[in-house]
């Protein structure tokens, strides 16, 4: 009997966390930012910013609006928002300001956005190290079925840099965006 309880136990364990991932596709977004969103949403708070990820269908966008600054009490430095055919399709939140030890992204601030993550999604399921001469940091990522949130931080020796970002992305608007007839 107490055998059956401990596997009844065990198994409701393992299935409230793997419910946990789906909050990320229910919440579809974070802080004020909803992926999916018409553009029109934010149009008076865009600057265009010149990145890689530009492209014909993909537009990068610097919110100014000052309305966002922490994410349970870490300091946002920039928001970034990324627009697939007028729609919200990523969210970028940068952390720390580079070299300025003031407002610097650290290892403990990494640590407590990784706890309150798991309490609202469960578990990461990939977590990658980053450590060699120059850096050292983690990328963990968790991934439900439309929406992917990837939590990084980065060390760099040389410049005494500590930075990281939150970045949360639709998946199926990526997928129709990389189709290009979206």
Not at 149 to 156: A, H, S, Y
Request: charged share 20%.
């Amino acid at each position: 009997m107490k055998n059956i309880i401990l596997l009844i136990s065990i198994f409701l364990s393992f299935n409230g966390f793997g419910q946990l991932i789906n909050n990320l596709d229910f919440k579809n977004g974070i802080a004020k930012f909803k992926t999916g969103d018409d553009i029109s949403k934010y149009k008076n708070y865009l600057t265009p910013v010149t990145t890689r990820f530009n492209t014909s269908n993909l537009q990068v966008y610097k919110y100014t609006k000052g309305d966002v600054t922490h994410i349970y009490g870490v300091d946002i430095n920039q928001i970034n928002l990324f627009f697939c055919k007028n729609k919200l399709q990523m969210i970028q939140l940068e952390l720390g300001l580079g070299v300025e030890k003031s407002a610097q992204f650290t290892e403990s601030e990494f640590k407590l956005l990784k706890n309150k993550f798991i309490n609202n999604f469960g578990v990461f399921q990939k977590e990658q190290s980053v450590n060699n001469e120059e850096d050292t940091g983690g990328m963990l990522l968790w991934d439900a079925s439309i929406i992917r949130l990837e939590l990084i931080w980065l060390k760099n020796y040389q410049d005494q840099f500590y930075g990281g970002y939150i970045l949360l992305k639709n998946k199926n608007i990526e997928h129709k965006c990389n189709l290009s007839d979206f």
